[in-house]
């Protein structure tokens, strides 16, 4: 995985390495590096956040209804598991209405399978996003410190 493929992403709790994959969401990918390197995640919290299910983040409103200017996505739905470490984009009932908001996996949710687009999975640090505190909404939530392209 070369580094212009890779996402570092700090958090209020710890560093979290995150392989993007350009061959499975070739548009979903390229949107998370241009919101990253703009700084839109800088700040933003893990507004929902269920034990056993996802870490849900990337609306910098903190209610689970923001996303960026930019227009929503075409689905790029794939045979990608998501399972542990997977991420993945978050939408509403619309295929086509991903934005910026994204989960990450905290244990299998093949239930999402070919509905949801996987665009990555956690490298290094899933251990860092098992302490991320709960809650639909979180109170007082962790949150990006900032999240960047290793290599730009």
């Not at 910098?60 to 689905?75: F, H, I």
């Not at 984009?89 to 999402?112: E, K, V, Y």
């Amino acid at each position: 995985m070369s580094d212009s493929n890779t996402l570092v992403m700090e958090t209020s709790k710890g560093r979290v390495v995150i392989a993007l994959r350009p061959d499975l969401a070739p548009g979903h990918v390229e949107r998370i590096k241009t919101l990253s390197e703009r700084g839109f995640y800088d700040g933003v919290p893990f507004h929902r956040v269920i034990d056993g299910f996802m870490a849900q983040t990337g609306d910098p409103t903190g209610t689970g209804t923001g996303g960026s200017d930019l227009p929503d996505l075409k689905a790029e739905f794939n045979a990608e598991p998501h399972v542990r470490g997977t991420c993945s984009m978050a939408r509403t009932n619309f295929p086509h209405s991903a934005n910026s908001q994204f989960f990450i996996c905290f244990g299998d949710a093949r239930f999402l399978d070919k509905q949801y687009t996987v665009w990555g999975k956690v490298t290094e640090g899933m251990d860092v996003i098992d302490t991320i505190k709960r809650g639909e909404p979180v109170r007082d939530p962790d949150t990006i410190v900032s999240m960047r392209v290793a290599a730009a």
